[in-house]
């Protein structure tokens, strides 16, 4: 089978997914579409695995579309035939009024209250800065925490100890590379995602047509 002819029945099937998402299985779709990269040059493999992932990413919207759409219409019309009940049909079962008094409970409060001890307080100004780094660094733990099922902290750990290993910076290609070599199950996906969520600096190469790109450390950058 050539290329274009794995291209073109990987985009059929990606295609039919979309028009029928309830019945798409995402993991045969992906393992398929990872056995296409592998027919390509390295630098096809990169191009290629942005399309996957928006096209796999369109699919997932268009399931959870159908499965919102589908649990709606189902409470809808179970909605629509649910019985009116009035008030007067449930005045005998409902207080008008209701009385309580707070008077024991204020008073042991401020029992409480005057047995405990002045303590100082620990109010302060908080810099704008400084609450902005911790909102950020909240916001990344949160993605890694997302991430944990995929082993994330892992792939960025084995991307920072290959960059330590081989000078700190590289191409985006070679690094692909060292790495699957490293460790075959380093996908194109698992080291996209170590490289955005690792905090890792991607640099443009300096002629303006070159493709290339560089990754780096970023205490580097």
């Known amino acids: 089978m050539t290329k274009q ?21 995402l993991k045969q779709l992906w393992h398929y579409a990872e056995q296409q990269f592998a027919r390509l040059e390295r630098e096809e493999q990169l191009r290629a695995a942005g399309e996957a992932i928006a096209q796999l990413s369109e699919i997932h919207f268009s399931r959870a579309e159908w499965m919102l759409n589908a649990w709606e219409q189902r ?14 049909m449930l005045s005998s079962f409902l207080r008008q ?14 029992q409480t209250r005057s047995r405990l001890e002045p303590e100082d307080s620990v109010v302060g100004e908080v810099e704008k800065e400084a609450l902005l780094d911790w909102l950020d660094q909240e916001e990344h733990e949160k993605a890694l925490a997302v991430a944990h099922d995929e082993h994330v902290s892992e792939w ?15 191409r985006f290609s070679e690094l692909v ?43 580097d950058s």
């Open 5 to 25: 002819q794995a291209a073109f029945e990987f985009k059929m099937a990606v295609e039919q997914a979309i028009a029928h998402p309830e019945t798409a299985d």
């Open 75 to 88: 409470w809808s019309d179970r909605l629509a035939t649910e019985p009116v009940l009035t008030e007067d």
């Open 97 to 110: 009024t209701m009385s309580l008094g707070l008077e024991e409970m204020l008073e042991n409060f401020l």
């Open 156 to 170: 960025v750990q084995l991307i920072q100890t290959w960059l330590e290993a081989h000078g700190r910076k590289t």
């Open 177 to 219: 590379c060292g790495l699957q070599q490293q460790d075959p199950r380093m996908t194109l996906v698992a080291i996209w995602l170590g490289l955005l969520l690792g905090g890792f600096t991607l640099q443009p190469a300096e002629q303006f047509y070159d493709t290339h790109f560089f990754i780096s450390l970023s205490s």
